[in-house]
């Protein structure tokens, strides 16, 4: 990919992640604080009594706000990906190191759909809400949230190296060395055929 599209389109996703989050933001209104305490709990009894405690028009609003929820993993993603990359256009990444940052920006949004499957489920199955499966919803959460900050912090980091420090290619975009065709030999250096020493001699 060029270097100008690799730019546009990270642009694009930085708008896209912002829009999103300001839209999530939005529907919940005033259950923002709510939310957070119903994915990072590990307690069954916190985790019931939060939507209990939800009146229509606040559980009208955790349920709107999936909608947004449901594609907003994937805009982060990419966005977290596209930094990855430009990051290493300018600077690049070992290859140990550029694989733990690929696989982190996929692993923090796969572990919010997780979140985000648990949440539905139990929200339409109270019943379903247990030590167990309270539990596999917030570690879901703490992960994501742990991996998104190790990730952003690195790339934050990685930022700043590149930004002052001068451009280095990456290995795989040096430019391959000319090709030199051999040269032809001189006239010194051609064989003397047997039948000319002969001649020589009988001179």
Do not use: C
Not at 4 to 23: E, I, K, M, P, Y
Not at 176 to 182: E, F, H, K, S
């Amino acid at each position: 990919m060029r270097s100008g599209t690799l730019h546009v389109l990270f642009g694009f996703f930085a708008a896209l992640f912002v829009a999103s989050q300001l839209n999530i933001i939005a529907e919940l209104g005033p259950i923002g604080a709510d939310l957070i305490r119903l994915q990072s709990t590990l307690s069954a009894e916190t985790f019931r009594n939060t939507l209990d405690g939800f009146t229509a028009g606040e559980l009208a609003r955790y349920r709107g706000h999936f909608a947004w929820d449901s594609v907003h993993p994937l805009i982060y993603g990419g966005l977290l990906l596209l930094w990855t990359y430009v990051v290493h256009r300018r600077r690049p990444f070992s290859t140990r190191v550029m694989r733990t940052l690929v696989g982190l920006a996929i692993a923090a949004p796969a572990l919010d759909y997780v979140e985000n499957g648990f949440h539905l489920f139990l929200e339409t199955h109270r019943e379903a809400i247990n030590a167990a499966t309270v539990a596999v919803s917030g570690t879901a959460t703490i992960l994501k949230s742990l991996l998104l900050a190790v990730l952003v912090v690195a790339l934050l980091l990685a930022t700043v190296r590149a930004l002052l420090t001068r451009p280095r290619p990456a290995l795989n975009h040096l430019a391959p060395m000319p090709y030199r065709p051999a040269a032809a030999p001189t006239p010194a250096d051609e064989p003397v055929e047997d039948d000319d020493l002969d001649n020589d001699r009988d001179r």
